[in-house]
């Protein structure tokens, strides 16, 4: 007896046990989903409340300058009362221009290297040293853009100015190629083998599968990382800010000093700028500006990726 009690007692703790644990399992499970849904909140309502920021300030600034004025305008000098936005606009895209120039060709090409070429010893290798370039600080870029690759720049090009913005777009370009390589090499390996399979053995060269087979089937992720790319170019600010310099000049000539739409907010950000002025609120419709330019890219990235986007 003293036997079947103890088992009897055995197994009601085992009932009441296994009980509190689906207890907290389903507690768990209720639990996550509302933890999960909170998290997502807080982002959309972050991002609205950076938009509402955004569009109040900016608000009062247009109520003072017209849009016609400062979108086709071709003068930018705030503390003069000029506030045509269009050299910032093209400094911007000067720089992102030079820099994707410098990006494109060596971010595609470490992607193959990597996905096609690379044995897994080499990839251990190499993968790591090139993610590194993504973790040093901006500010770094942009001391190395004005002490290094300026002086280099200055010996081929005399008459280049020390403020210029073929440096600051190099070093930008420089900076985004991680991005490039990165996602496009995990694109790459997205492709299925047999594809690399069937191709090799209708008798095509490893050269031939990479650019016939692999890069058409991975052209959407491609792309895709190209256009974030361009995304983080326009939206930099410290290597342009220090190598580009102040000078908002409405040109396409990478030797000139010009300035971008994140140069300006950091010079405006400064304190002589006066809390309610006009030129406080020119920063506000500059964020804005950069803020459209980086959306639209961002939505033609997720356009892009479902439009070219292969099932297998």
């Known amino acids: 007896m003293v036997n079947n009690n103890e088992q009897a007692h055995s197994v009601q703790e085992m009932i009441k046990t296994n009980k509190r644990k689906n207890n907290l399992l389903k507690t768990s499970e209720k639990s996550v989903p509302i933890f999960l849904l909170f998290c997502a909140t807080i982002s959309v309502l972050t991002t609205i409340g950076i938009v509402f920021t955004l569009l109040r300030e900016s608000i009062t600034f247009f109520s003072d300058v017209s849009l016609a004025d400062f979108y086709l305008g071709v003068n930018w000098s705030p503390w003069s009362g000029k506030f045509g936005v269009a050299p910032l606009i093209t400094g911007t895209l000067l720089i992102t221009f030079i820099a994707i120039c410098v990006a494109l060709p060596l971010g595609v090409a470490s992607a193959i290297f990597l996905s096609e070429y690379a044995t897994n ?44 913005a073929l440096s600051a777009g190099i070093v930008v370009g420089i900076m985004i190629i991680p991005m490039i390589a990165s996602l496009s090499e995990d694109a790459m390996n997205a492709v299925p083998n047999h594809l690399r399979a069937g191709a090799l053995a209708l008798g095509a060269t490893r050269l031939e599968v990479t650019f016939k087979v692999i890069i058409p089937a991975a052209l959407s992720g491609i792309i895709a990382s190209v256009v974030l790319a361009l995304s983080r170019a326009i939206g930099e600010t410290m290597i342009v800010t220090i190598a580009a310099g102040a000078s908002p000049n409405l040109t396409f000539d990478p030797t000139q000093s010009i300035q971008t739409l994140t140069a300006f907010i950091v010079q405006g950000a400064k304190g002589d700028t006066t809390y309610g002025s006009t030129i406080y609120y020119s920063i506000y419709a500059v964020g804005i500006t950069l803020f459209v330019f980086t959306f639209i890219m961002n939505m033609l990235s997720q356009y892009i990726s479902r439009k070219f986007r292969e099932d297998y």
């Open 121 to 164: 010893k080499t990839r251990k290798i190499i993968k790591p040293i090139l993610e590194v370039l993504a973790g040093v600080p901006t500010v770094v870029y942009g001391y190395f853009a004005l002490t290094f690759i300026t002086p280099l720049l200055q010996g081929l090009i005399p008459d280049l100015k020390i403020f210029n």
